[in-house]
């Protein structure tokens, strides 16, 4: 597993806290090919509808993103909570590159409803792979052609962690530029 160590800094007091990332190696420093359980979550999703607000903003203040490397879509993922700390599954920042939607994404926010996060599925993950889910976006589309789009990418799929900026990308949010699915690679 990825160790990852945090850095909590608080009212006049500062931390460490170790998480594990689910399914990972140890840290290389090199693009790592893995499966998981990819779903998506949009405009129409959020509770409030419409406030895409995210816990831990890295590139975005609003869930959001065009897919690029410079401009990846934000990324939910699940939380353990451990001695009261909230940890992400993955830290705030980890760059993916989802080869079948030819997009980058950012792990910016936690997934699940409130304050069961970390009983729902998103954490344990599905079958032994981790889940992620993608903003799917859906602002400028109606709510039936996010809900097809989400359908559409939940499933199994590879993603390459930490990948270089040379991926192939289809530039746009997911919902609005046709919710394509390439090929495995």
């Known amino acids: 597993m990825r160790r990852v160590v945090l850095l909590l800094i608080g009212l006049g007091s500062a931390g460490f806290a170790l998480a594990e990332a689910p399914g990972m190696g140890p840290a290389t420093g090199q693009a790592q090919e893995m499966q998981v359980y990819l779903g998506g979550f949009s405009y129409w999703d959020t509770a409030p509808q419409g406030v895409v607000e ?9 869930a ?5 490397f410079s401009n990846p879509i934000t990324m939910a ?10 940890l992400l599954d993955f830290p705030p920042g980890t760059i993916f590159y989802l080869p079948r939607l030819r997009k980058y994404a950012v792990v910016e926010d936690s997934c699940g409803p ?13 079958r032994g792979l981790p889940m992620l889910q993608i ?3 859906g602002v400028s589309s109606s709510q039936a052609a996010a809900e097809a789009c989400k359908q559409q990418i939940t499933g199994v799929q590879p993603v390459v962690v930490d990948p270089g900026p040379n991926m192939s990308v289809v530039v746009g949010p997911l919902t609005e530029s046709g919710c394509f699915i390439f090929p495995d690679p």
């Open 135 to 137: 903003y799917l976006d």
């Open 64 to 68: 959001g993103g065009m897919g690029t």
């Open 77 to 86: 993922v699940g939380i353990e909570i451990i001695d009261g700390e909230t």
């Open 114 to 126: 409130g304050a069961s996060q970390q009983e729902g599925l998103c954490h344990p993950g599905y």
């Open 54 to 62: 995210i816990s831990h903003p890295v590139r975005h203040r609003y």
